[in-house]
């Protein structure tokens, strides 16, 4: 099988495509025939060694994947072989196989093709747990998404407002601003040219929004705290920016604010109704029309081009490798 490989930690420049052997699956364990992959700013972290969770080389990127099962574990009663699946793993992806526990597999919601499953779930659920699960968000609130033509936060757009949020979308372009915009965001805060707490509050009537979704990180997370009203929830996502900020507690005490995390890996294990629920609100979603937004497709020989394009925050939305090209 062809995979994308990395032995040694770096720039996605150093990755090669190669010929491996066929995997098979073991107890508990499903084969599954990857179509598409997406790419996520993590993978890059791997890459380069940078996670908060290492990769022993040399290793297969890739954690976001869509395709078909082909082989059943011991001990596995389904999904039937010829089933189509999506599924996360923290790397292994990147290849034209892969195999992963039975339990983090997903049936792909119907509507979805292949490129759009494997962009789906790991963005789409982050986004929803963030804005819903965690955050608490409910209609008629205000929300600011930080880098929200990215692939989190362009999904973070798109939930919140079908769940009839007002989202005041921020982002380092006008041309960012207006993807989000097309989403559905109410109103847009260009955080390089704009004083984003500043302006956010003027969007807002002066109080502030009621939520913060930060994906993004860096020196933007306090001027987003700072934006929130009274009583208001800051969840911090990831660090696309490559900064992990430092919060001055002080602001918390005084304006009696909520910092919440969350982390997509373990949330199955530590609040499973919670992520049934989310599954059932995202898969009607789905069924009303609702899809990831994708701005490029590469083979998987172009696999250095895509990370090094997320790296840089060249695109918006979702980066798909093409495993059937």
């Given at each position: 099988?062809?995979?994308?490989?990395?032995?040694?930690?770096?720039?996605?420049?150093?990755?090669?495509?190669?010929?491996?052997?066929?995997?098979?699956?073991?107890?508990?364990?499903?084969?599954?025939?990857?179509?598409?992959?997406?790419?996520?700013?993590?993978?890059?972290?791997?890459?380069?060694?940078?996670?908060?969770?290492?990769?022993?080389?040399?290793?297969?990127?890739?954690?976001?994947?869509?395709?078909?099962?082909?082989?059943?574990?011991?001990?596995?009663?389904?999904?039937?072989?010829?089933?189509?699946?999506?599924?996360?793993?923290?790397?292994?992806?990147?290849?034209?196989?892969?195999?992963?526990?039975?339990?983090?597999?997903?049936?792909?919601?119907?509507?979805?093709?292949?490129?759009?499953?494997?962009?789906?779930?790991?963005?789409?659920?982050?986004?929803?747990?963030?804005?819903?699960?965690?955050?608490?968000?409910?209609?008629?609130?205000?929300?600011?998404?930080?880098?929200?033509?990215?692939?989190?936060?362009?999904?973070?757009?798109?939930?919140?407002?079908?769940?009839?949020?007002?989202?005041?979308?921020?982002?380092?372009?006008?041309?960012?601003?207006?993807?989000?915009?097309?989403?559905?965001?109410?109103?847009?805060?260009?955080y390089v040219h704009e004083d984003l707490k500043v302006r956010t509050r003027e969007l807002?009537?002066?109080?502030?929004?009621?939520?913060?979704?930060?994906?993004?990180?860096?020196?933007?997370?306090?001027?987003?705290?700072?934006?929130?009203?009274?009583?208001?929830?800051?969840?911090?996502?990831?660090?696309?920016?490559?900064?992990?900020?430092?919060?001055?507690?002080?602001?918390?005490?005084?304006?009696?604010?909520?910092?919440?995390?969350?982390?997509?890996?373990?949330?199955?294990?530590?609040?499973?109704?919670?992520?049934?629920?989310?599954?059932?609100?995202?898969?009607?979603?789905?069924?009303?029309?609702?899809?990831?937004?994708?701005?490029?497709?590469?083979?998987?020989?172009?696999?250095?081009?895509?990370?090094?394009?997320?790296?840089?925050?060249?695109?918006?939305?979702?980066?798909?490798?093409?495993?059937?090209?």
């Amino acid at each position: 099988m062809r995979a994308a490989r990395c032995t040694e930690y770096g720039s996605p420049g150093g990755l090669s495509v190669v010929e491996l052997d066929g995997l098979r699956p073991g107890p508990g364990e499903v084969l599954v025939h990857v179509h598409a992959a997406a790419v996520n700013f993590p993978d890059v972290l791997l890459v380069a060694n940078s996670y908060q969770v290492p990769a022993p080389l040399p290793f297969t990127p890739g954690s976001e994947f869509a395709g078909v099962v082909a082989e059943l574990g011991p001990g596995v009663s389904g999904p039937p072989v010829g089933s189509p699946v999506a599924g996360a793993v923290l790397t292994g992806a990147f290849a034209e196989q892969v195999v992963v526990p039975v339990a983090s597999l997903r049936q792909v919601p119907e509507g979805l093709d292949m490129v759009h499953a494997a962009a789906f779930h790991v963005t789409y659920a982050t986004a929803y747990h963030s804005l819903v699960t965690v955050g608490r968000g409910t209609a008629g609130e205000w929300v600011a998404v930080l880098g929200a033509a990215g692939g989190v936060g362009s999904a973070a757009v798109d939930i919140a407002t079908r769940l009839g949020m007002r989202v005041v979308a921020a982002a380092s372009s006008q041309q960012r601003l207006m993807v989000a915009r097309k989403l559905g965001a109410e109103a847009g805060v260009d955080y390089v040219h704009e004083d984003l707490k500043v302006r956010t509050r003027e969007l807002t009537g002066g109080e502030g929004v009621h939520l913060v979704i930060d994906p993004v990180g860096g020196d933007h997370a306090e001027a987003a705290l700072r934006a929130l009203r009274r009583g208001g929830r800051f969840v911090t996502v990831g660090y696309a920016d490559g900064k992990i900020p430092r919060i001055p507690l002080n602001l918390v005490l005084l304006k009696d604010l909520v910092v919440r995390g969350f982390e997509i890996r373990t949330v199955r294990q530590y609040a499973p109704d919670a992520v049934a629920a989310a599954d059932r609100a995202l898969a009607a979603m789905v069924r009303d029309g609702m899809r990831p937004l994708v701005s490029r497709v590469h083979p998987l020989a172009g696999v250095a081009t895509a990370l090094t394009d997320v790296a840089e925050r060249r695109t918006t939305g979702k980066v798909v490798l093409d495993l059937t090209s």
